[in-house]
């Protein structure tokens, strides 16, 4: 079914829409899908986004380029899910959640073909043979090929093999039979059912069924020791030794923890991470991290659940049980989710999402090492589209007031060049024509005097301002920028500090940006570096004041004596710690001995 989400008879065909679960499908005046969703009942889900104005401005934009809209009916909720899925990976939307799926990782692969091979792959195919993994590294993989190597003798030619070439004998045996590691396929020297049993059990390896294949062994090694094959039970039970060895270096956990998965889950502004460990009789058999890039600024659920459904069909589990940290908003059959708050499974969690954050830290290494830039262009581009700035704002300054009751009144301005603080560009004010606390007027004041300075000067202009208070210090800023002529060319806004909203100019109703977000993480830096910066600033004019009316108060010292010792002392605190010696040096012996024992009392 399609629709015209522009058409008079939008709501008409909203309602003629099934209950039912489905899949449906966002095309643009293209006809390209840009986006792909799954519901319980496709009416109700269709129709909320039609029905309400949308909170995320991104679902806004991708809503005003619907032009016609798709459905597809299917018997259950679990059916949409995989649907949904399929149709995601084939058309890649414009906003749905992109999986970022390193291809490069090794696999293991048993290969469909008559006495199959096992090595490594790269990139799997779809040729009907049997891949395991994806692994975390080529270590692992190695070192699993080596245990199957100690085990079995497989053949490693590429020799087509047939029952007639078999017959005929038309192939050779090479240096491998000779050295012991292979018997001699291609010579009819081992039969197809003796190799079948050992590819069998290499699969049930690869699983992770240590245990089952163990107990196969055992089994077989004891017929053979009853029926008087002793060399043949003698090699069944290194391999048993073999098997036993290698599980016990496997990171064993409770081993009543079985065919269990773990997923966890981290994220950033623009990336979600999940790891999964897959649990096999208590041993970890797989470990895998995945990279989610948000269209929509999606829910945590949304993601966990689209990367355990993209995860387990990629692995191939069966698992019945699935270990997570809150509930994903897919809901499987026969699948329980277990969230622990302690004991084995709570500690499987605990070492998945330190996965999860080892692969996000060594990420961001990676990036920086390759474009060290790269981090701030980000965040500053990320300011840029939250803010709805005209550019980028390389350039940030940030300023905030200081007083008590209106007493020794100061502002201070706090400069960041790419993200960072900018020191030797901080400046400090004085409030000239402010008479008690008022910190609109001061705003206005400091506003005005910093950027008529900066113009006199022809030094650069910021691309944006930041101004620690409300809508009142806001505007007091813009008038000061209108009056320079500015307000065309610098961006300003102003963030709240008790509920941490961000006003701009015009707008009566504020922005709250997550609290996650970079963009808040930066503006707060601002503001809080501004607050440091003019705090300090207030408290050293207000012990210069207090020094100076103490300073008045002893016969014998004046004004220009006061300025020097104020220029050099700063403070009660710094005189009361001075030595005489140190203070005649500066003021005289005369006049030190007066300061001196004046402080000394």
Same mark, same amino acid.
């Given at each position: 079914m399609s629709m015209n989400s522009n058409n008079e008879n939008l709501q008409h065909l909203i309602g003629s829409l099934s209950d039912s679960p489905g899949v449906y499908q966002f095309l643009n005046n293209n006809g390209e899908i840009i986006y792909v969703g799954k519901a319980k009942n496709l009416k109700k889900r269709v129709a909320s986004y039609f029905s309400k104005i949308p909170e995320n401005r991104k679902v806004a934009v991708m809503i005003s380029k619907i032009c016609d809209v798709k459905t597809i009916v299917v018997d259950t909720e679990s059916d949409a899910l995989l649907l949904e899925n399929n149709l995601i990976k084939e058309y890649q939307p414009r906003y749905n959640v992109l999986l970022k799926d390193d291809k490069t990782y090794p696999w293991i692969v048993i290969r469909n073909e008559s006495f *199959?091979?096992?090595?490594?792959?790269? &990139? *799997?195919?779809?040729?009907?043979?049997?891949?395991?993994?994806?692994?975390?590294?080529? /270590?692992?993989?190695? =070192?699993?090929?080596?245990?199957? +190597?100690?085990?079995? +003798?497989? /053949? =490693?030619? &590429?020799?087509?093999?047939? @029952?007639?070439?078999? =017959?005929? +004998? !038309?192939? !050779?045996?090479?240096?491998?039979?000779?050295?012991g590691n292979c018997k001699g396929v291609c010579q009819g020297l081992q039969t197809k059912a003796d190799y079948d049993d050992s590819i069998a059990q290499i699969r049930e390896i690869l699983k992770g069924n240590i245990v089952k294949v163990i107990k196969h062994l055992k089994k077989t090694m004891l017929n053979c020791a009853d029926n008087y094959r002793f060399e043949e039970a003698e090699e069944i039970k290194n391999k048993i030794l073999h098997l036993e060895k290698y599980r016990s270096k496997s990171a064993i956990v409770n081993p009543s923890i079985n065919n269990v998965d773990v997923f966890s889950y981290e994220e950033d502004v623009a990336c979600a991470y999940v790891n999964c460990l897959h649990v096999v009789d208590g041993a970890i058999v797989q470990v895998y991290t995945v990279e989610l890039i948000k269209r929509l600024d999606e829910q945590p659920a949304r993601l966990l659940g689209y990367a355990i459904t993209n995860l387990r069909e990629k692995f191939k589990s069966q698992s019945h049980e699935i270990v997570v940290p809150f509930n994903p908003d897919v809901a499987l059959p026969d699948v329980v989710y277990t969230i622990p708050e302690k004991g084995d499974k709570k500690e499987l969690l605990e070492l998945s999402n330190r996965n999860v954050k080892f692969f996000v830290f060594e990420k961001k290494k990676r990036i920086e090492k390759v474009d060290p830039d790269r981090h701030v262009n980000r965040i500053l581009e990320t300011v840029m589209q939250d803010l709805h700035l005209r550019e980028l704002p390389v350039h940030i300054e940030c300023f905030d007031n200081s007083n008590i009751q209106g007493n020794n009144p100061v502002s201070a301005c706090v400069v960041f060049r790419n993200a960072r603080p900018c020191k030797k560009e901080y400046r400090r004010y &004085?409030? !000239?024509?402010?008479?008690?606390? %008022?910190?609109?007027?001061?705003?206005?004041?400091?506003?005005?005097?910093?950027? =008529?300075?900066?113009?006199?000067? %022809?030094?650069?202009? *910021?691309?944006?301002?930041?101004? @620690?208070?409300?809508?009142?210090?806001? %505007?007091?800023?813009?008038?000061?920028?209108? &009056?320079?002529?500015? @307000?065309?060319?610098?961006?300003?806004?102003s963030i709240a500090e008790r509920l941490e909203v961000i006003y701009l100019p015009g707008d009566s109703t504020p922005i709250y940006l997550n609290k996650r977000s970079e963009s808040l993480k930066l503006i707060q830096q601002l503001r809080d570096e501004a607050h440091r910066f003019s705090n300090s600033f207030h408290r050293d004019k207000r012990s210069q004041s207090m020094l100076r009316t103490k300073l008045m108060n002893i016969d014998g010292i004046g004004q220009k004596t006061i300025e020097?010792?104020?220029?050099?002392?700063?403070?009660?605190? /710094?005189?009361k710690t001075v030595s005489l010696g140190e203070m005649e040096k500066i003021l005289g012996k005369q006049k030190a001995n007066l300061v001196f024992s004046y402080f000394a009392l």
């Amino acid at each position: 079914m399609s629709m015209n989400s522009n058409n008079e008879n939008l709501q008409h065909l909203i309602g003629s829409l099934s209950d039912s679960p489905g899949v449906y499908q966002f095309l643009n005046n293209n006809g390209e899908i840009i986006y792909v969703g799954k519901a319980k009942n496709l009416k109700k889900r269709v129709a909320s986004y039609f029905s309400k104005i949308p909170e995320n401005r991104k679902v806004a934009v991708m809503i005003s380029k619907i032009c016609d809209v798709k459905t597809i009916v299917v018997d259950t909720e679990s059916d949409a899910l995989l649907l949904e899925n399929n149709l995601i990976k084939e058309y890649q939307p414009r906003y749905n959640v992109l999986l970022k799926d390193d291809k490069t990782y090794p696999w293991i692969v048993i290969r469909n073909e008559s006495f *199959p091979r096992v090595y490594l792959m790269r &990139n *799997p195919v779809q040729d009907g043979s049997q891949y395991f993994g994806p692994y975390a590294s080529v /270590r692992t993989v190695r =070192s699993m090929l080596e245990l199957v +190597k100690q085990l079995y +003798k497989l /053949r =490693s030619c &590429n020799l087509r093999m047939s @029952d007639e070439t078999i =017959s005929k +004998k !038309k192939n !050779k045996v090479c240096l491998e039979y000779h050295i012991g590691n292979c018997k001699g396929v291609c010579q009819g020297l081992q039969t197809k059912a003796d190799y079948d049993d050992s590819i069998a059990q290499i699969r049930e390896i690869l699983k992770g069924n240590i245990v089952k294949v163990i107990k196969h062994l055992k089994k077989t090694m004891l017929n053979c020791a009853d029926n008087y094959r002793f060399e043949e039970a003698e090699e069944i039970k290194n391999k048993i030794l073999h098997l036993e060895k290698y599980r016990s270096k496997s990171a064993i956990v409770n081993p009543s923890i079985n065919n269990v998965d773990v997923f966890s889950y981290e994220e950033d502004v623009a990336c979600a991470y999940v790891n999964c460990l897959h649990v096999v009789d208590g041993a970890i058999v797989q470990v895998y991290t995945v990279e989610l890039i948000k269209r929509l600024d999606e829910q945590p659920a949304r993601l966990l659940g689209y990367a355990i459904t993209n995860l387990r069909e990629k692995f191939k589990s069966q698992s019945h049980e699935i270990v997570v940290p809150f509930n994903p908003d897919v809901a499987l059959p026969d699948v329980v989710y277990t969230i622990p708050e302690k004991g084995d499974k709570k500690e499987l969690l605990e070492l998945s999402n330190r996965n999860v954050k080892f692969f996000v830290f060594e990420k961001k290494k990676r990036i920086e090492k390759v474009d060290p830039d790269r981090h701030v262009n980000r965040i500053l581009e990320t300011v840029m589209q939250d803010l709805h700035l005209r550019e980028l704002p390389v350039h940030i300054e940030c300023f905030d007031n200081s007083n008590i009751q209106g007493n020794n009144p100061v502002s201070a301005c706090v400069v960041f060049r790419n993200a960072r603080p900018c020191k030797k560009e901080y400046r400090r004010y &004085n409030i !000239k024509t402010v008479v008690g606390a %008022n910190d609109v007027a001061s705003i206005e004041e400091v506003t005005f005097r910093r950027y =008529s300075r900066l113009i006199e000067e %022809n030094e650069s202009l *910021p691309q944006l301002i930041v101004i @620690d208070g409300g809508k009142g210090q806001l %505007n007091a800023a813009l008038r000061s920028l209108k &009056n320079l002529e500015l @307000d065309e060319k610098i961006s300003v806004i102003s963030i709240a500090e008790r509920l941490e909203v961000i006003y701009l100019p015009g707008d009566s109703t504020p922005i709250y940006l997550n609290k996650r977000s970079e963009s808040l993480k930066l503006i707060q830096q601002l503001r809080d570096e501004a607050h440091r910066f003019s705090n300090s600033f207030h408290r050293d004019k207000r012990s210069q004041s207090m020094l100076r009316t103490k300073l008045m108060n002893i016969d014998g010292i004046g004004q220009k004596t006061i300025e020097k010792i104020l220029h050099e002392f700063k403070s009660t605190e /710094r005189l009361k710690t001075v030595s005489l010696g140190e203070m005649e040096k500066i003021l005289g012996k005369q006049k030190a001995n007066l300061v001196f024992s004046y402080f000394a009392l």
